[in-house]
């Protein structure tokens, strides 16, 4: 037998964790390690894709969410103020969950009071100077305002004849409580002017004079139309410095500052000197609707919702206004309100060039007054008068 000779070299030793070469590796294999390199790759970019997105949503927030809610914030303090003056409550999740208005026959109605108990110099504070029935229809969306003689001569329950403006003093002095009427001087005004007009209230409010300044002035003005037979417009010399001076407007459209609009609403020419007031009182009842109707006119909700000016407004509403609205009803009525334009919201009286329901009368004590045409108690021709201003507007 042949003989093999031990070679002398070590035996080679083998790394089994060796990677074969490539010509070695399966074709599944490198398929299967070319995914992983792709797998490995979208992971790295993973990370860099969510930063950016947080960023953004990031940017976003602070661009749009911040300032938001900086803005309702700010609001809300506002309105919270002046909610707790007029409602009692500064609770705002019943002014942001409304409720459906009181009304009749599809009309709100609403008795606008004004007085001078704003003005301590001003003899007879309390006697209600502006009586104003605001009548506003929810399907049409029309509605006018009727204004009611200070001087008319009435049957005051429980009080007696006298003239309505003294309907409001006398249910203060005796405390006047009865059901379905506001307690105190509003209550039997508006029962007053109920039974006599066959109208039924479902809101009143009780406005200082000094509102209209004060709501004018956040305005920075209002425009107005002077619409007098003397062809020189207005002037009303009594009014004292302090107040302005003499009020001189001329015939037309024109804007008005705060002042002017204050005078305008208690001007009735009844001092020497004085032109433009051919009807006195009427004719100051006339203006004192101008004038609401200028103040809507730039009350919008742009300007309610401006933070940096509503709180004046706000202020002037919540220091001079007594009133039995809801604090979930303001939304829904101003947006009635709102939604009736100027030209939709028609002014009338109860005497003018068309109609005198009211004339001049002598009260048993000698005073100058006014009476329906039929007499002290007859108001047949005022009620039907009210009946065909609901259908017209």
Do not use: C
Not at 291 to 301: N, P
């Amino acid at each position: 037998m042949p003989q093999f000779k031990r070679s002398k070299e070590p035996p080679k030793k083998y790394d089994v964790h060796k990677n074969l070469p490539q010509s070695y590796i399966p074709e599944s294999r490198k398929r299967a390690l070319e995914a992983s390199k792709l797998a490995d790759q979208i992971d790295d970019k993973k990370p860099k894709k969510r930063r950016w997105i947080k960023r953004t949503i990031l940017a976003v927030f602070f661009v749009l969410f911040i300032p938001s809610a900086i803005f309702v914030g700010w609001n809300a303090h506002n309105v919270a103020q002046a909610s707790e003056k007029i409602f009692g409550t500064g609770n705002l999740t019943r002014l942001l969950i409304p409720t459906k208005l009181s009304s009749q026959d599809g009309r709100v109605n609403i008795l606008l009071v004004g007085y001078s108990k704003d003005d301590p110099g001003h003899a007879g504070a309390e006697l209600t100077d502006s009586i104003l029935i605001m009548s506003l229809d929810t399907e049409k969306k029309t509605g006018y305002m009727l204004s009611v003689p200070r001087d008319l001569y009435i049957e005051i329950p429980g009080y007696g004849a006298a003239k309505i403006n003294e309907a409001y003093q006398a249910g203060e002095r005796s405390d006047f409580k009865e059901n379905g009427y506001p307690n105190g001087g509003v209550g039997l005004l508006e029962k007053t002017i109920s039974e006599k007009f066959a109208i039924e209230f479902h809101y009143y409010a009780l406005i200082n004079y000094g509102t209209v300044k004060d709501i004018v002035s956040a305005l920075d003005g209002i425009s107005v139309k002077i619409d007098s037979k003397d062809p020189r417009g207005i002037y009303d010399p009594n009014f004292r410095p302090r107040e302005g001076g003499p009020l001189k407007l001329k015939n037309g459209v024109q804007k008005i500052n705060a002042s002017e609009a204050l005078r305008l609403t208690r001007a009735r020419g009844s001092t020497f000197g004085s032109y433009g007031f051919a009807q006195s009182d009427f004719d100051r009842t006339k203006n004192q609707q101008a004038v609401i109707k200028g103040i809507k006119e730039e009350l919008t909700w742009g300007l309610l919702l401006d933070p940096r000016k509503n709180p004046t407004i706000f202020n002037a509403f919540a220091e001079n206004i007594k009133t039995d609205i809801k604090l979930s009803e303001v939304v829904p009525l101003y947006r009635l309100f709102n939604d009736i334009s100027v030209d939709k919201l028609h002014s009338a009286g109860f005497r003018s060039d068309k109609v005198n329901l009211l004339p001049s009368y002598t009260t048993p004590t000698g005073q100058s007054a006014l009476v329906p045409n039929g007499g002290v108690n007859s108001y047949d021709e005022i009620k039907k008068y009210i009946e065909d201003l609901n259908k017209k507007y």
